[in-house]
């Protein structure tokens, strides 16, 4: 935890944090404003748009958009479900954590530092308790800090979110924390089987950004009888978070525990197996 605290790359990450939640709620605070409206309807041709294009000015799209954004703001929506939109469903928050954990780990082999741990500490086994410790108390910090400035943030620029008790709130952020902390060990997994902070960024983006639940999917539609699998990925128990619970077709909070439980003892044990290398 020193090594963390007196670090710059926990800071940091934090820091684009908090700035990617600030600018989130700044932008949509400004579609959804009279003045972004106007600009809308006078815009004519001159909105950009990113792919094709008929030159018309905005299409029912970008009023279908703007008119979400100001439904958010108007009391629609769950603090939660904001969170969920801006930084859970699509993979943000994961991605951020595991590129920090990637650094983090992989720096100890590429520095010689888990050398000198193995010297003094040579059972591997206390190290892989300590480090899935850390994994997840750090997966918890990233979760508080995400959810405490997105919610302040859209509080200061005017978002009128529905109100929650705080058993759902702290249930919501422990699911969210286990899931986060599921492709944290993942990807220090991938950090104790090659050593190396490139295959462990790859490796850890691909899985956090929904790639491989992806690639599961379309298996699926190949082979019908494997879908149900799709349920059983951090992905897809993210996904189900990002919109809150009681929600329709959402998964249920112990199915998401279970399924995040899994991986990370199940990448906890196959570390603790990686780990035995001795070449370091």
């Not at 909105?47 to 294009?53: E, K, L, N, R, S």
Request: charged share 10%; hydrophobic share 55%; proline share 3%.
């Amino acid at each position: 935890m020193y090594r963390l605290v007196h670090g710059k790359s926990l800071w940091i990450m934090l820091a684009i944090i908090v700035a990617m939640a600030v600018a989130s709620a700044g932008a949509m605070a400004y579609i959804a404003s009279p003045e972004f409206m106007q600009t809308l309807q006078s815009s004519g041709g001159g909105v950009v748009h990113i792919g094709f294009t008929n030159g018309s000015g905005p299409d029912a799209s970008d009023y279908a958009d703007a008119a979400e954004v100001t439904a958010m703001m108007e009391g629609s929506m769950t603090p939660q479900a904001l969170v969920g939109s801006l930084f859970l469903n699509g993979g943000g928050l994961s991605c951020l954590f595991v590129i920090f954990i990637a650094i983090f780990l992989a720096a100890e082999f590429e520095s010689g530092f888990s050398k000198n741990v193995f010297t003094a500490q040579p059972n591997r086994l206390a190290f892989l308790a300590v480090r899935t410790v850390e994994i997840i108390a750090l997966a918890a910090v990233f979760t508080l800090v995400t959810t405490g400035v997105t919610v302040a943030t859209a509080a200061a620029a005017g978002f009128n979110l529905l109100p929650t008790t705080l058993p759902d709130v702290l249930l919501w952020g422990a699911l969210v924390t286990l899931a986060i902390a599921g492709f944290g060990m993942l990807t220090a997994l991938v950090v104790w089987l090659t050593r190396k902070m490139s295959a462990s960024l790859v490796v850890g983006i691909i899985l956090a950004a929904g790639i491989g639940t992806m690639l599961l999917q379309g298996v699926a539609l190949l082979v019908p009888s494997v879908s149900f699998l799709t349920d059983f990925t951090l992905t897809t128990c993210l996904a189900s978070l990002s919109k809150g619970f009681d929600v329709a077709g959402g998964l249920g909070p112990v199915h998401i525990l279970l399924v995040a439980a899994a991986f990370i003892v199940g990448s906890a044990a196959l570390g603790g197996l990686a780990l035995q290398k001795k070449d370091v």
